[in-house]
């Protein structure tokens, strides 16, 4: 039809033009060029025959879900063949054809070798997670030789977020593409333009992290990557559309088994299951490094001595061997926040409260704390010994640390060894007067007010030292240690 239409606005406006010179410039025959030029009307395509009675049953599905739904073909096939359609898909589609006309662009596929390339890329939609209408984005890497395809979701787009997509597609693959094609999103591009282009520097680290070179489309060129276009079509229509979630985990879950489905399918170019040809490339890709990535984005807190780290106005509780130490934290998914150890070990993981002022807290966390700071009554007859008649103070302790009673009461008394009782008496007295019962308080008044007993005794030692005489000759290390002159 558009060699029809070509060939009547050149006529048109050239009616000089010859037959032949027309041929030439299309590069179509002589016959098209004659034919087309007796035609009123373009050519169209007819097919005979009458309707199958096998698809009637099912016509007014496939009206509705096109209408209504705006479902593609193959998810309307896969739905009316679950009914009971027992047709073909020739049959299927012809009449498909028919309800909804399908232009499709075409570009010759870029093929690339095993472990070449990855393309990645997310896509925002809506879903209904728990009664609630919620937004998410949906990544996806896809391999470029097997087409194997690892898919995440996620609450955020920002930069952790895509860099933790793509660090645990990587990571669920087994290995790492040598050359990853992304878009110009911010997070991969400072300067997009063809003459002044730049990367984003927190992409290169990540990129040199991992060891793969990156790569980009062009801007409004997005068939360079369609590989990794061309499924989100597909998961939108079979995942995505019209279907609802508990809730987030299980969102994550059933995406999972869907990319599982996905990757066992037949694939239209490579004419085989994506998963069998990942097998084949699995050998080819670059070893995964030792350490996940830590990046600009990952804040460092200090846990307080109460086990607990801060973050974004709620308190989050961290295993009680990472009391008043300083740890990584990190967004997870958007969902999800990840503490971790300065050996990049995760010590903890929370769901992130929605409502400020929350303290959010795992029991497991302080088991610990009960064994190391003993029977809370034998605790608190040791603290009286040395410092009766504070039997108030060790009740506003027990009342304001209910989950770690134990294990605050037991650095206090290993605190008060270190200061003059008088010194560690006032603390209390300060503790009383401000209501602020936790070692962390404490240790830093004593610190800021008083000095430590045992920098009192080191002053001491050393004047006595230094009435000792410990000059020797130089003839002593010539002749009795053999040293030579």
């Known amino acids: 039809m558009e060699d029809w239409v070509t060939i009547k606005n050149l006529r048109a406006k050239n009616p000089n033009m010859s037959l032949r010179q027309i041929s030439k410039l299309l590069g179509v025959s002589h016959n098209t060029v004659k034919q087309a030029l007796v035609r009123d009307s373009p050519p169209e395509y007819k097919r005979e025959g009458k309707v199958?009675?096998?698809?009637?049953?099912?016509?007014?599905?496939?009206?509705?879900?096109?209408?209504?739904?705006?479902?593609i073909g193959s998810r309307i096939y896969n739905e009316i063949k679950s009914k009971g359609y027992t047709g073909?898909?020739?049959?299927?589609?012809?009449?498909?054809?028919?309800?909804k006309k399908i232009n499709i662009k075409s570009f010759t596929p870029?093929?690339?070798?095993?472990?070449?390339?990855?393309?990645?890329?997310?896509?925002?939609?809506?879903?209904?997670?728990?009664?609630?209408?919620t937004k998410i984005y949906l990544y996806s890497y896809v391999h470029g030789f097997s087409r194997y395809q690892v898919l995440e979701?996620?609450?955020?787009?920002?930069?952790?977020?895509?860099?933790?997509?793509?660090?645990?597609?990587?990571?669920?693959?087994?290995?790492?593409?040598?050359?990853?094609?992304?878009?110009?999103?911010?997070?991969?591009?400072?300067?997009?333009?063809?003459n002044n282009f730049q990367w984003n520097k927190h992409y290169l680290n990540f990129c040199g992290h991992y060891g793969f070179t990156p790569s980009r489309s062009f801007p409004r060129h997005p068939w360079s990557k369609g590989k990794v276009e061309k499924p989100f079509y597909y998961v939108e229509n079979h995942f995505i559309k019209g279907g609802e979630?508990?809730?987030?985990?299980?969102?994550?879950?059933?995406?999972?088994?869907?990319?599982?489905?996905?990757?066992?399918?037949?694939?239209?170019?490579?004419?085989?299951?994506?998963?069998?040809?990942?097998?084949?490339?699995?050998?080819?890709?670059?070893?995964?490094?030792?350490?996940?990535?830590?990046?600009?984005?990952?804040?460092?807190?200090?846990?307080?001595?109460d086990c607990l780290i801060s973050y974004?106005?709620?308190?989050?509780?961290?295993?009680?061997?990472?009391?008043?130490?300083?740890?990584?934290?990190?967004?997870?998914?958007?969902?999800?926040?990840?503490?971790?150890?300065?050996?990049?070990?995760?010590?903890?993981?929370?769901?992130?409260?929605?409502?400020k002022g929350s303290v959010i807290i795992e029991q497991s966390h302080y088991r610990g704390n009960n064994q190391r700071g003993g029977n809370f009554n034998r605790l608190k007859e040791i603290f009286l010994e040395s410092f009766p008649d504070n039997e108030l103070f060790i009740e506003k302790l027990?009342?304001?640390?209910?989950?770690?009673?134990?294990?605050?009461?037991?650095?206090?008394?290993?605190?008060?060894?270190?200061?003059?009782?008088?010194?560690?008496?006032?603390?209390?007295?300060?503790s009383l007067l401000y209501n602020v019962f936790n070692f962390s308080f404490m240790a830093g008044y004593l610190e800021k007010s008083?000095?430590?007993?045992?920098?009192?005794?080191?002053?001491?030692?050393?004047?006595?030292?230094?009435?000792?005489?410990?000059?020797?000759?130089?003839?002593?290390y010539r002749v009795e240690n053999n040293i030579n002159e």
């Open 312 to 355: 974004n106005g709620s308190k989050y509780s961290v295993p009680w061997q990472y009391a008043g130490k300083h740890l990584w934290v990190k967004v997870s998914k958007g969902y999800y926040l990840e503490v971790y150890s300065q050996a990049n070990k995760l010590a903890a993981r929370h769901k992130i409260s929605l409502k």
């Open 110 to 133: 870029y093929e690339t070798s095993p472990g070449e390339q990855g393309q990645f890329d997310w896509s925002p939609y809506t879903v209904n997670i728990g009664g609630i209408i």
């Open 398 to 430: 027990r009342a304001q640390k209910r989950i770690n009673a134990n294990y605050q009461l037991s650095q206090i008394i290993e605190l008060a060894k270190l200061y003059r009782k008088e010194d560690f008496i006032e603390a209390i007295n300060k």
């Open 88 to 99: 073909s898909k020739t049959t299927f589609y012809y009449h498909y054809q028919k309800i």
């Open 52 to 71: 199958s009675d096998k698809i009637v049953p099912f016509e007014k599905d496939i009206y509705k879900m096109v209408d209504d739904g705006k479902f």
């Open 245 to 305: 979630f508990e809730s987030f985990e299980d969102l994550h879950k059933k995406l999972k088994k869907f990319q599982q489905e996905y990757n066992q399918r037949t694939h239209s170019v490579v004419k085989t299951e994506p998963y069998k040809l990942f097998e084949k490339e699995k050998s080819s890709l670059l070893p995964l490094p030792q350490y996940r990535y830590v990046g600009i984005k990952e804040e460092i807190r200090k846990s307080s001595y």
């Open 450 to 476: 008083f000095k430590h007993t045992f920098e009192l005794q080191k002053i001491e030692i050393s004047k006595e030292y230094q009435k000792i005489n410990i000059r020797r000759n130089l003839s002593y």
């Open 153 to 194: 979701v996620s609450l955020s787009e920002n930069q952790t977020a895509v860099f933790e997509a793509l660090e645990n597609s990587m990571i669920e693959s087994g290995g790492v593409c040598s050359r990853i094609q992304t878009d110009n999103a911010k997070v991969f591009v400072k300067n997009a333009s063809k």
